[in-house]
């Protein structure tokens, strides 16, 4: 535990001014983000008496080694750095909205030549239509379900698409007239892009005057006599109606505004959304949050904002936003959802009438939602905290390992021999700190010295790391001035899947230039290995090569879920109702996990690897064309440099360089079939994955593909 005096800042080296500031702890990882009017002020708050501090506040303070800020020109400014250094540093210690799951929208893809409704997730792109969220993908689904009958858009996916362009049939919705089947030439890309914007209208709310229209159209198919016409319009109105039932009039002025209720105890916070378009509510979400500081209604609906309109521009962000406390000063925040907007926009607590009303219901479901998160979550929380302390007891740690790290082998009899290291804080995954790494140190099957190795290489980072920031002095017999090579841990993105670069290059994410830690430079407080006494003893033996002796080391051992501890000859076994014994088991199985699936990624790549593989500098996007332009590879070994050359991106250098190495991976004599002596003439496959121009996965890094997340 630090104390707050020995990094406080001297007298008048605060600037009295708006800025930034960030608590730092003492492996330099930034745990707490603040803005502030006046940072004089506003960090003097952080450095009195301890017992006058919130018990939250507190926390931080003493776990905080360091404290830095950055001075802006307006509170504007820090407003946005603030929620980008949120963002980019992840701290423990501020108010994060966790959401259990990703809302689905309804997205038109207008960017296409044919745009596509469909359900999405996840990041907003560039060019797409959105609308929603909604709570559940099944109400999209039946929403779209009814609007196909009056505006027959495409749905299908990209494969779905070409294979009907190919054939020249369309899909069943093409028959049953709720697709307008562009994929065949019965409607040109115009009409159907016009199609498509209808049917945005009409979901952004703008329904009365297409309704009168078929109205209208139905009345004079009526008085024409055309009857079967007048019927079919008839049930486009009622089918439209139905949908428009859906999301029932909320605000009878056709507002587009967002309401914003909290709901809130002294260690939470829940946070409801309603998104109300043309007076109709057409998506709801909702947030839950520890309230690891003190924190005022307004400071949440603060963050809540940030959260909602940090990454939205345009109509994204509503002319109306009525919260239940107005964050306080309230013209740096409407000023800057203005900015987002590009358009006014006015952030107030409604007085009165159907607004005020409408808040009291999102307000409830705030409440509701507390509610039954703490139900969920009691026994959770009480249940990790149990877990850590029998674990904490069992093997004799000082404090409970709030974070743990845990490494398995995996190998398919002895090739293809990769390790995974997973992380769990407080109990919980931290899937954008897992890392993989390859076995290179040896050839064959020897998980004890591929354990010594992974823990070594993991490590020497971390040690390099602090040597790096001045932490770490070194010594001559401690080996932090290797510089790591490549697999030294393959870093993972927020979602769980590696980045697309370089294969198993350690450095990958990782940035230190602004004084940042890289990731290997957070320390578990207990790692446990995948495996018995030979394990456990091979990971304290590569600890204790680099010098690190105040990291604790446990092994599971499968077939009694035995605990090993170095040095002892007998293991611990832990009851079999014991909450650690089933954190580690949670641990262990996830390490398998991620360490079988690079395991069986990197088999399949070896097995559907082709001569296009080995052509250096040849990537996907123009591998695929040589596939498209010559059919095969057969037929590409066979063509000159100059035909090679006439596929676009194909300069002279790069058709030698393929020439070459299908020379030299041409087969050494034909098949012969044994039973008539007939010389078998094969096509090649097609190892890129066919001529659909679809992504495929032969070829790519091993760290884009076979990822669970």
């Not at 600890?543 to 690190?548: N, R, Y």
Request: hydrophobic fraction near 35%.
């Amino acid at each position: 535990m630090a104390d707050p005096s020995s990094y406080r800042p001297r007298p008048g080296e605060i600037p009295d001014s708006p800025g930034v500031y960030r608590f730092r702890d003492e492996h330099r990882r930034v745990i707490y983000v603040g803005k502030a009017k006046s940072l004089r002020q506003r960090l003097a708050n952080y450095f009195q008496d301890l017992a006058n501090l919130h018990p939250r506040t507190r926390s931080m303070v003493t776990t905080a080694a360091s404290v830095e800020w950055t001075v802006v020109s307006t509170e504007v400014e820090a407003l946005q750095l603030e929620y980008s250094w949120i963002k980019e540093y992840d701290p423990r210690f501020n108010v994060k909205y966790r959401d259990d799951k990703s809302y689905p929208y309804l997205a038109v893809t207008m960017n296409d030549e044919f745009p596509r409704v469909q359900v999405m997730r996840g990041h907003k792109k560039k060019g797409v239509r959105y609308f929603g969220p909604y709570a559940h993908a099944w109400a999209i689904r039946d929403t779209v379900d009814l609007l196909l009958r009056v505006f027959p858009v495409r749905t299908c996916s990209a494969g779905v698409f070409k294979n009907a362009e190919r054939t020249g049939r369309p899909c069943l919705l093409g028959y049953i007239g709720k697709c307008s089947a562009p994929c065949v030439g019965r409607i040109s890309p115009e009409d159907h892009y016009e199609l498509a914007e209808e049917f945005c209208d009409f979901m952004a709310g703008r329904t009365g005057t297409y309704l009168r229209r078929l109205e209208r159209q139905m009345a004079g198919a009526s008085d024409e006599m055309e009857y079967e016409r007048a019927a079919r319009l008839r049930d486009d109105v009622g089918a439209l109606k139905k949908a428009m039932e859906k999301n029932a009039v909320v605000l009878a002025d056709a507002t587009d505004a967002d309401l914003i209720a909290v709901a809130e105890d002294e260690l939470e916070a829940a946070v409801q959304i309603f998104h109300v378009r043309g007076g109709r509510v057409r998506g709801q979400r909702g947030w839950v949050t520890d309230k690891v500081e003190e924190i005022t209604t307004a400071a949440l609906v603060e963050h809540a904002l940030q959260q909602l309109y940090g990454e939205e521009t345009g109509d994204a962000v509503p002319k109306e936003v009525l919260v239940p406390a107005l964050p306080d000063p309230v013209e740096p925040v409407q000023e800057w959802l203005t900015g987002r907007r590009g358009a006014n926009v006015s952030l107030r607590i409604p007085q009165r009438g159907d607004k005020k009303a409408l808040m009291e219901t999102v307000q409830r479901n705030a409440q509701q939602a507390l509610v039954l998160h703490k139900t969920k979550r009691a026994s959770d929380l009480t249940t990790r905290s149990r877990a850590l302390e029998e674990i904490a007891d069992a093997l004799g740690l000082d404090s409970a390992p709030l974070r743990i790290e845990c490494y398995d082998i995996s190998h398919l009899q002895g090739d293809d021999v990769v390790a995974s290291m997973v992380v769990f804080e407080d109990g919980l995954q931290r899937k954008n700190e897992y890392r993989r790494f390859q076995i290179k140190g040896f050839a064959g099957q020897d998980d004890v010295r591929s354990m010594h190795e992974v823990i070594t290489r993991r490590f020497r980072r971390y040690l390099a790391e602090k040597e790096k920031s001045g932490e770490w002095a070194g010594s001559d017999d401690t080996p932090v001035n290797g510089t790591p090579g490549p697999a030294d841990g393959v870093p993972l993105g927020a979602s769980g899947v590696a980045p697309a670069s370089g294969e198993d290059d350690g450095t990958i994410g990782l940035k230190d230039d602004d004084g940042r830690p890289r990731k290997f430079a957070y320390p578990p407080q207990l790692v446990v290995v995948d495996g018995g006494r030979p394990q456990v003893a091979a990971a304290r033996r590569a600890l204790d090569e680099l010098g690190i002796d105040d990291i604790a080391v446990c092994g599971l051992a499968k077939r009694l879920e035995e605990v090993w501890v170095p040095g002892e000859e007998d293991p611990l076994v832990l009851p079999r109702s014991s909450e650690g014994l089933y954190l580690l088991q949670r641990v262990r199985d996830e390490a398998h996990r991620f360490a079988i699936t690079y395991q069986r990624a990197k088999r399949t790549k070896r097995l559907r690897s082709g001569p296009l593989d080995e052509v250096p500098g040849l990537g996907e996007t123009r591998k695929q064309a040589l596939i498209k332009h010559f059919g095969s590879v057969k037929r590409l070994r066979a063509a000159t440099i100059e035909q090679i050359q006439e596929v676009p991106g194909i300069g002279r250098k790069t058709a030698e360089t393929i020439a070459v190495a299908l020379a030299r991976s041409a087969p050494a004599a034909p098949a012969v079939n044994t039973a008539t002596g007939e010389i078998i003439e094969e096509e090649e496959p097609d190892t890129t994955g066919g001529s659909s121009g679809e992504s495929v996965s032969a070829g790519l890094p091993d760290d884009r593909r076979g990822q669970e997340t």
